[in-house]
């Protein structure tokens, strides 16, 4: 922490305040609504968030109708009774309320408590400032220390000349006992009679009690709420403070109704939050910091916490030329734990490697390190403040806490810390993925990206590892837990951590994480359909595929090219990734290699491959098999052969639910719906729209089109035309947003088939030569551009190009069973959707 005048701080407090308007509202309307009872409005907020400012400002804008007083617990003398009553006593005083009894009271237990001194105008409390004690000291000299109040009593009626007022004191019966009490009994009464004294008051002018910094008072309350009875004087001052308000600041809220159950009716919480983004920046201007990129970079450190805001700005006003935020976060994280027990911080400190931490991942830092994991301890840190409680039992610190508390740490604690988190978190995904863990609270987070971002940390995770952490990620928590993992390899490789060996363009630890973020990335652009987005990441295509992570990389960059209409270079890499690499990745590589060339037209080889990578799988690859069976169903759909298709999908679902592979079974639901648009256009519809909802939720835009293609396809089938020109515009959209350029065309050829049986001829004849045009290009669907020959012959919308087409496409085509089978089937299809199988 610098060392600098700590004077310096209260220039906070002249600077203009800003927002707080809901707790501005708050305490306005409880002005309004001060009656004969005790209320409190407790200001609740981490250290640092400026509780004190706004009770100042809170002070400040109170009308003069009301008379205010300050108890500041941050000073330790305020901190017991007696002082804070003076204070109090003397503030409220000087705005006009008689404390008559209370002074009395006071000067016994003053007296009580200090038997070698005697009461005199020199040492007795409020001497001067008290017009009975004024009177009466001179006399008073040589009362018994247990007859005072009696004595004082008597003397007071001699001196006091108004009768009321006299009669007042002489009658009271609290006055009368206060010799026969113990002293913890005449403690008691003294709190009693300010009390009643101050309520008195309330008569003619209502007052507000502001308190500062409860936390100071009771830094180490029990679970639950109770305290060891440090703040027992002040409840019972509080609860008797009827016809005013008190407005009581604290780190954590008062708990109060677990010593009686009233305090619930009494009192009003208001928490404070960080500041929003536009009150940074207006405070930082209006304390002359004015350079936008400096105005920005404070804003966004100081997360909200106006206590780091003034400290940079002092900072600033020192040395224009430091930056701004340099230098806080040691002072930031003495704030937060000014009140926080000296064996809590310990393990504050190693749970600041947690991103997120329940009492499993406290007692998993707690064991490796030999710290104490009992429940008492664990309900006594989370009770505070700055450890913010998430759904289900979890927690985080502070943003601004958590790097200066790893500042604490030594690299070797720090990587010690990661590498037993890691093991902790893939210790539950284990756990969770056998039954044996609940996902209590984890639909919010996944255990393996957790494990991946302390393995990074640790510098003790491959990026093989992280890959297969990846793939396991997305069957226990979706795709989005795989953009996390890429976004927290993207953050790790910003900041350069020092590589183990030397990196060449190829190799390196650098290298291989960057190429296993990439890989990760790319296969979700390919899952949401972003062709080109997954191109941008794989510019390359000609490096080693031994390893996992390249052999991947290099068939996302494959499979992006195909879509984008490269046929012929996606087949090399396909190829390549089969022949050399011989690791996890090669069944892919097979798979996609059999894709590409029943794509192509080539049937007879693309089952053979598919049948032969099936065999090489392991029971446990489910979703390569999954995947393997449904592309032998795609392909027989496109032989037209539904009944052999429809076996096949459902082969598959079988073994996407044994993978619990959630993208696998989304493509189901769009299979489904194209497989219906040929045999059952009726359900065809609904189970379009079912798979279009699923594909939302993925952002899967490819697999959007393919549903919309179906759902328009079938509405052809039922006459709905306006309905299927619109589905059909839908799917272009989708399809263009991929990227799918084979997809647009085959969505254009069904188009075209409405456009004719709505009359257009001419629009029908250029969308069917367009289509095999594509088709061509892309060097795919041969077998589609003979079916567009053979309709345009049938419909009389032929040409010498579009015969071309079909002449060069037909060599290609090698079917199961012979062509003429192939295309008997082929014209019972086209008669479907030309409308002419009625």
Request: charged residues 25%.
């Amino acid at each position: 922490m610098p060392i600098r005048p700590q004077y310096r701080r209260v220039s906070a407090l002249q600077r203009q305040f800003f927002n707080r308007e809901g707790t501005l509202a708050a305490y306005d309307e409880e002005l309004r609504e001060i009656a004969d009872r005790p209320r409190i409005l407790n200001v609740v907020g981490v250290g640092g968030i400026g509780k004190s400012r706004l009770l100042q400002e809170l002070r400040n804008r109170t009308p003069d109708t009301y008379r205010t007083a300050r108890l500041d617990l941050q000073l330790p003398t305020m901190r017991q009774q007696e002082d804070a009553l003076a204070v109090l006593r003397v503030e409220f005083g000087s705005q006009g309320v008689q404390f008559d009894r209370f002074d009395i009271a006071y000067a016994v237990l003053w007296q009580r408590v200090h038997p070698q001194l005697q009461l005199n105008p020199r040492t007795t409390p409020f001497a001067e400032e008290s017009e009975v004690l004024s009177k009466i000291l001179d006399d008073a000299m040589g009362l018994p220390v247990f007859g005072t109040a009696a004595g004082l009593v008597r003397l007071t009626g001699r001196a006091i000349k108004n009768r009321k007022r006299r009669q007042r004191i002489e009658n009271d019966p609290t006055l009368q006992e206060l010799d026969g009490l113990s002293n913890a009994e005449l403690s008691h009464a003294v709190s009693y009679l300010f009390a009643e004294e101050l309520r008195a008051s309330a008569a003619d002018r209502q007052y507000v009690v502001y308190v500062d910094a409860y936390e100071a008072l009771v830094p180490t309350p029990l679970p639950g709420g109770r305290a060891y009875g440090s703040d027992a004087w002040l409840r019972d001052l509080l609860g008797q403070l009827h016809g005013g308000l008190t407005v009581l600041a604290s780190r954590e809220p008062l708990r109060w109704a677990a010593y009686d159950a009233e305090w619930e009716s009494v009192i009003r919480r208001s928490d404070i939050d960080g500041l929003p983004m536009a009150a940074r920046l207006d405070l930082l201007a209006q304390a002359g910091i004015t350079e936008i990129p400096r105005q920005r970079s404070i804003a966004e450190a100081s997360a909200g916490v106006p206590f780091y805001l003034h400290l940079a700005v002092d900072t600033h006003l020192q040395n224009p030329a430091r930056p701004g935020h340099t230098g806080t976060a040691e002072e930031i994280v003495q704030r937060f734990l000014q009140h926080v027990a000296a064996d809590e911080v310990r393990i504050l400190e190693l749970l600041s490697a947690a991103r997120t931490f329940d009492v499993g991942v406290f007692q998993a830092v707690g064991r490796a390190f030999d710290l104490p994991t009992n429940l008492l301890l664990w309900e006594s840190l989370t009770a505070y403040s700055f450890a913010y409680p998430l759904p289900e039992g979890w927690y985080r610190l502070h943003q601004l806490m958590i790097g200066a508390l790893q500042r604490h740490l030594s690299p070797a604690v720090q990587r010690h810390v990661h590498s037993t988190l890691r093991a902790h978190w893939e210790d539950l995904a284990d756990r969770m993925e056998r039954g044996a863990a609940r996902s209590r609270g984890l639909a919010r987070l996944s255990p393996l990206r957790e494990a991946v971002f302390h393995g990074l940390h640790a510098q003790d995770i491959t990026p093989e590892r992280i890959l297969r952490h990846a793939d396991r990620a997305v069957v226990l928590n979706g795709r989005q837990a795989v953009d996390g993992i890429v976004k927290d390899l993207r953050d790790r490789l910003a900041v350069a951590p020092v590589a183990a060996e030397p990196a060449t363009a190829d190799h390196g630890p650098l290298v291989d994480l960057r190429d296993a973020a990439d890989c990760l990335e790319a296969e979700a652009r390919l899952d949401q359909g972003d062709a080109a987005g997954a191109i941008e990441l794989t510019p390359r295509l000609d490096r080693p595929v031994r390893s996992l992570v390249a052999a991947r990389l290099a068939l996302a960059g494959a499979n992006a090219r195909r879509i984008a209409g490269q046929s012929a270079l996606a087949a090399s890499i396909f190829e390549r990734v089969w022949e050399e690499h011989d690791g996890e990745a090669r069944a892919a590589a097979g798979f996609c290699v059999a894709d590409l060339r029943m794509w192509q037209g080539d049937f007879r080889s693309a089952f053979a491959l598919a049948e032969e990578v099936y065999g090489t799988c392991s029971p446990g690859d489910a979703s390569t098999r999954g995947d393997l069976k449904r592309l032998m169903h795609l392909g027989h759909r496109f032989l037209m052969d539904f009944d052999s298709a429809a076996r096949l999908l459902a082969a598959a679902e079988e073994e996407y639910r044994a993978a619990g592979s959630v993208i696998g079974l989304a493509n189901v639901r769009t299979n489904h719906a194209e497989l219906y648009a040929f045999t059952d256009p009726v359900a065809a519809v609904p189970a379009a729209a079912a798979a279009l909802e699923v594909q939302r939720d993925l952002g899967a835009q490819h697999e959007m089109g393919k549903a919309f293609t179906a759902m328009a396809m079938a509405q052809t089938r039922l006459g709905e035309y306006e309905r299927a020109a619109s589905s059909y515009l839908s799917a272009n959209e989708a399809l263009d947003r991929a990227g799918y350029r084979s997809g647009r065309a085959r969505a254009d050829m069904f188009r075209a088939f409405l456009l004719y049986r709505r009359d257009e001829r001419a629009a029908a004849k250029e969308l069917l030569l367009h289509a095999a045009r594509e088709f061509e290009e892309c060097e795919v669907y041969p077998s589609l551009i003979l079916a567009i020959g053979g309709a345009a012959e049938r419909l009389g919308l032929g040409g010498a190009e579009l015969d071309a087409l079909a002449e060069r496409a037909r060599p290609r085509v090698r079917p199961l069973g012979t062509p003429a089978e192939l295309q008997e089937r082929t014209q019972a299809v086209l008669s479907m959707f030309l409308g002419e199988d009625a």
